[in-house]
């Protein structure tokens, strides 16, 4: 996949100590005992990490204090140590930085088109399928086709992953999470920004995104009313300019309270107008769909009954034929 995928997968750096640790021996420095008569000091190794040892003198008389300086524990005194590069869900910082900084663009602090062409191809998934749009409602992605360097970071954080194996183990945790009543409304607001361009200042979507939109948030449970209403949109392009953000909202209420027949649905209610309109042409579609249907079945039998004639009566013709026969013999 590249060296830079391979630099990925297989990092380089590691979280081991840094180089020249500190000698675990430490100096002792004696002061003269003061005693007389016999043994002269004493020097004893110090058995255990402590700032002060009492030596004792043959005679049974003690020595002076002897003190020991001991080595300096690193987290005492604000050095840095390698658990500082971990989160605190065990995830090395140092990993998703390294794995960021493959993809990410020349000029920009962020990885853009290209960058998450590459990334969607080294995690096996298509950039326009559901689960890229999944991913990037748990990295709170505010564009399209881009991560910003803290959009990843905490991103994969959120998800705790480090590496493109860990994302990928993650997906199918993330897709049932993604099913959940609450998760779900999250995710279905969240892509309508999603799908803004944030640099155009727009405010509402364009109508084709917001087709394909409906079509990949919906992936996971379809509502039945979905196609009829994606036609609707498709057949009207000169009526509807735009999906303002209240329109698409309501349409997730619209699917949960309102049958697949359309029968309880009411233009007194506050429905946005644009329902109303697609109401009205459904049911005049459906309408005419079963009137073509009666129609081609009365064609139908029309000629069945033109065809069943002939047949009809050759057959009494030939019974005919064979009484009289019978008759004569």
Known sequence: MGQCVTKCKNPTSSLGSK????????????????STGGGGGHKEEPSSLCSKVTSELSNGTKALEVTVETPVIAAMIGEPCMDECLHQDGLSMLHIEELFCCYKDEQEDAILEEGMERFCNDLCVD????????????????????????????????IQADSLEGICSRFSFMLLEAQGEENFKDLYRFTFQFGLDAEEGQRSLQREIAIALWRLVFTQDTPAILEHWLDFL??????????????????????QAIGPDLSNYSEDEAWPSLFDTFVEWELERRKSEEEQALTAKEEKGRCTETECSPTTDRLETEGSRGSQTWGGH
């Open 19 to 34: 180089s020249g640790d500190k000698e675990s021996g430490s100096k002792s420095h004696h002061k003269k005992s003061g």
């Open 127 to 158: 950039p326009a399928e559901f689960r890229v749009l999944v991913l990037a409602w748990k990295f709170q992605a505010a564009t399209m086709c881009k991560f910003t360097r803290k959009e990843f970071v905490e991103g994969c954080k959120a």
């Open 234 to 255: 498709a057949e009207n392009p000169s009526s509807i300019r735009g999906i303002s953000r209240d329109t698409w909202n309501m349409f997730l209420n619209f699917t």
